[in-house]
Structures are given as structure tokens and as C-alpha cells.
């Protein structure tokens, strides 16, 4: 096979998170763990609990809670022996909000997911202000935010939304080839979010 002809990654798994999920996910150390999981592959809790500054117990107990709702699972290829091997079971997570309207814990625990979600942009993007110079100006000019204004229905938001995931997603297949071997080539984390203009902007 050709060095240069693409080898697409597979379709990721996604899951569309149900109120018991969800209110097991709302917890920051286990929202760490599923997302290292993701990023990482496959570790041990021993490995979780360095990476993630906490404790080997703690991080046992979390990764047990998220496997019983089947956000993690044993890794069967690492298994055997004390060491248990964990792996994220999917790959992307889907709700829409109004799924947990007639649950208010489900719907709080979601809000807070939310509001985690930008509590860690705020964190990436302060962590990149206070380190910038240290990257290359290719980089500097390819990293930031941008945002545009417009007077949109939601069913169109919704269309806008699926066309820029289906964008994101067509990018994320294609990054264990040609892009993957680069060597100027780096782990990038791309934010997507819509919200409304505040009164009196419009």
C-alpha cells in the first residue's frame, strides 16, 4: 500500500446519553475520566490517578460507577492478573438538553455538564493565552476563536450545527493518515457552541 494513500479512522462510537447516564457523568473527576480515557486509550487506575493528580482508590471507585452504566469498560486485550485495564466506551456523547425536561435531576446534572464544558474552555483558553509565545508563529496564527452574529430559526441553528460536526467528524477520520505522520502535526481540541446575542447587541 502507497506511504501516502489515506487510511480513514472508523466511524467513532457515539452514544446518546439516557437520565441514568447522565446523572452518574455529572461529576467532575468522572467527566476527567471518561475524557482521558478518550484521549489517552486504554490505562489502569493507578495510571488515571497520576495523570489526573488524585488517588489510585478514588479513581477506582469513579471508573466503577461510570462502567455501570456502561460509559467505561474493561479493556479485554489488558485484562488478567490485579491490574484491570479500562477503556472509554464510545467515543462521542449526544443529548439535546430538552431529553431530560421531565427529570429535574437529570436536567440539573445536565446543566452542570454544560457548564463544565465551559468551565473548560475558559481553563484551555487561559492555559494558551499564558503560553502562546512559546509556539510557532504558524501555530499562533492557526489557534483562537471567532464568532459571527445572525438572526437564525432553531431548525436552521439545528441544520448549521449537523453541517459543522459533519465537518469536524470528516477531519477527526482523516487525521491518522496523512496529517498524523506530519511531524509539524499536534493534538488540537476544537470547541463548536452557539448561544443567544445578549439584549441589546441585536
Known amino acids: 500500500m502507497a506511504n501516502d494513500e489515506a487510511i480513514p ?12 447516564q447522565v446523572r452518574v457523568l455529572a461529576h ?9 480515557l478518550r484521549v489517552k486509550g ?6 488515571l490517578a ?33 491490574q484491570r485495564w479500562w477503556q472509554a466506551a464510545h467515543d462521542v456523547t449526544n443529548w ?35 503560553t502562546q509565545h512559546e509556539w510557532s508563529p ?7 476563536m471567532s464568532d459571527i452574529f445572525m ?11 449537523t453541517e459543522m460536526w459533519q465537518l469536524l467528524e470528516r477531519y477527526h477520520r482523516e487525521a491518522d493518515s496523512a496529517d498524523a505522520v506530519d511531524p509539524e502535526a499536534k493534538p488540537v481540541q476544537v470547541f463548536m457552541a452557539a448561544y443567544p446575542l445578549r439584549e441589546g447587541l441585536a
Open 42 to 47: 486504554p490505562a489502569t487506575a493507578t495510571t
Open 50 to 82: 497520576e495523570l489526573l493528580g488524585t488517588n489510585t482508590g478514588a479513581t477506582s471507585y469513579h471508573l466503577r460507577q461510570l462502567a455501570e452504566v456502561g460509559l467505561v469498560i474493561e479493556d479485554p486485550d489488558r485484562g488478567g492478573g490485579r
Open 28 to 36: 467532575p473527576l468522572r467527566m476527567r475520566l471518561v475524557g482521558a
Open 151 to 161: 438572526t437564525i430559526p432553531p431548525a436552521r441553528l439545528e441544520e448549521l450545527k
Open 138 to 144: 504558524a501555530w499562533r496564527d492557526g489557534f483562537g
Open 9 to 20: 479512522r472508523p466511524a467513532p462510537r457515539e452514544v446518546r446519553i439516557d437520565k441514568r
Open 96 to 130: 439535546d438538553p430538552s431529553d431530560f425536561d421531565d427529570d429535574p435531576d437529570a436536567r440539573a446534572a445536565i446543566e452542570w455538564i454544560q457548564g463544565d464544558q465551559v468551565r473548560l474552555l475558559v481553563e484551555t483558553a487561559d492555559h494558551w493565552f499564558a
